[in-house]
């Protein structure tokens, strides 16, 4: 959804992955949310997290965005041009170098109330990235007539849907030229009729090419636009495949317990 050039999916074979995860592990106090978690992540492919609550889905997005401090494991970036050795001490600038290549959607929108949707949009690109104005402004209206959302440009959050300040969270993403979109359950805070305006915007990102890494418990979404799954649970990845196999059938009983009641949960 790029008003200039759309991110490439096609991955060569052999590349280096645009993000490679090693190792990854974090406690809370004697609580551990992530147990060595290993995954690789292809330019222009989409990963999808599912699992039940507190099984440390949303503990891997925000290391990968800098936003948690893991206790152990690697995080490298576009072939290690940002890498991160949790092992030993990180530095503020190690760390924003991270976060410069990712952009996070958050479940609760996470917008600025006292700015307009065009100021939302717009602040990381003109504030952080300090790009012109005029080009940031012209971009974000860009963005924001792709997802019908033009004329809402001096509205403020307060005066919109769920679903659209979601949207607006997607363009302020989008707007920030990541390499890499995370997604941390964007549809769970959604009346159930809003939650399908969301999935279609997050579906032509796919398509586009975005690369991306999303949280979700949406399965049908996670069908149609994942090219791997994996399902945590315990800090653990439990399972992981495309989602054709893992989906209709899993090799882990305890996935199969969660498809189940996530499918049929009456």
């Known amino acids: 959804m790029s008003p200039t050039e759309s991110p490439s999916r096609a991955s060569t074979p052999g590349s280096t992955p645009l993000l490679e995860v090693r190792g990854l592990a974090k406690s809370f106090g004697d609580h551990e949310v992530l147990r060595s978690i290993d995954f690789t992540l292809d330019t222009g492919k989409v990963l999808v997290l599912i699992g039940p609550s507190g099984s440390g889905k949303t503990t891997v997005l925000r290391s990968l965005n800098g936003l948690e401090q893991p206790d152990a494991g690697t995080v490298s970036v576009a072939g290690g041009e940002v890498a991160i050795d949790f092992a030993g001490p990180v530095s503020a600038a190690t760390r924003l170098a991270l976060r410069d290549r990712s952009a996070m959607v958050f479940q609760h929108y996470n917008l600025f109330p ?148 996530l499918l049929f949960p009456f």
């Open 114 to 261: 006292h700015l307009t949707v065009l100021q939302n949009v717009t602040e990381g690109p003109i504030v952080v990235q300090k790009r012109a104005r005029a080009d940031a402004e012209a971009e974000a209206m860009a963005l924001l007539e792709r997802v019908g959302l033009a004329d809402k440009r001096d509205a403020f959050p307060f005066e919109l849907s769920g679903g659209q300040q979601q949207r607006v969270g997607i363009v302020r993403a989008v707007a920030l030229r990541p390499q890499l979109l995370l997604f941390d359950e964007p549809t769970s805070s959604l009346d159930p009729e809003l939650v399908g305006e969301v999935l279609t915007v997050m579906k032509e990102l796919a398509e586009e090419g975005w690369t991306m890494v999303v949280v979700t418990h949406e399965l049908v979404f996670a069908r149609e636009v994942a090219d791997e799954v994996l399902f945590l649970d315990g800090g653990v990845i439990v399972e992981r495949g495309a989602p054709e196999r893992l989906f209709t059938a899993p090799t882990q009983e305890r996935t199969k317990q969660f498809l189940n009641r």
